[in-house]
């Protein structure tokens, strides 16, 4: 097996094993399961959770990062959408663009998802770990948006606003039963695309 082939295996049994623990925890209470309990819960050994997972904490948040991001990362998809633009097009529009995939996710995945990120934005410790995988978003968003900027503050202010903006989103649309993940990504980055510019009354 080759190195690509295996490491793309044992990328998709990660994702599955980080989707049955979220939904493990969801059922049995976060803080009330240990981790060997957790590993006992999804069918694995303690030392194959490990060799996937740093924590418990890891594996919860990676199954609502790996949700959200299943048509490839944040910073891929800006890449793509960049490559994909017409000349004039703002990169604040290309970042919206790159939020596509999350749509697609949110519809096929429903209450499920949402019962993960309200567990997560409920728990302290999970919220700390979402915060920095959120953290890495956007750094790598950063990288991307650099190479076409130029300045280097410019594309961490963008990339900060892209993700701050993705995150809102999905809180809202966790916390909103019957809600939909597009209307409120349009909403979110055009209040944070047209405040830049708003003047005091």
Request: charged residues 25%.
């Amino acid at each position: 097996m080759s190195n690509g082939v295996r490491d793309r295996s044992r990328e998709i049994l990660r994702t599955e094993l980080a989707d049955a623990a979220a939904t493990f925890c969801v059922e049995h209470g976060f803080d009330d399961v240990t981790a060997d309990e957790l590993a006992r819960g999804i069918g694995v050994s303690r030392a194959t959770f490990f060799r996937y997972f740093a924590s418990k904490e890891d594996a919860v948040v990676s199954a609502a990062r790996f949700a959200a991001t299943r048509a490839g990362s944040f910073a891929q998809g800006v890449a793509e959408a960049v490559e994909a633009a017409s000349p004039g097009t703002s990169l604040w529009t290309i970042v919206y663009a790159a939020t596509e995939p999350m749509v697609a996710t949110a519809e096929s995945r429903g209450d499920p998802l949402r019962a993960r990120i309200r567990m997560i934005n409920e728990v302290p410790a999970l919220k700390g770990h979402l915060a920095s995988q959120q953290r890495g978003d956007q750094s790598a968003v950063a990288e991307v948006l650099r190479e076409h900027l130029g300045d280097d503050r410019a594309a961490q202010a963008l990339a900060a606003a892209g993700v701050a903006a993705v995150d809102l989103a999905w809180h809202e649309w966790a916390h909103t039963p019957g809600s939909k993940l597009r209307p409120l990504l349009d909403a979110y980055f055009t209040a944070l695309g047209a405040v830049a510019t708003m003047k005091l009354a």
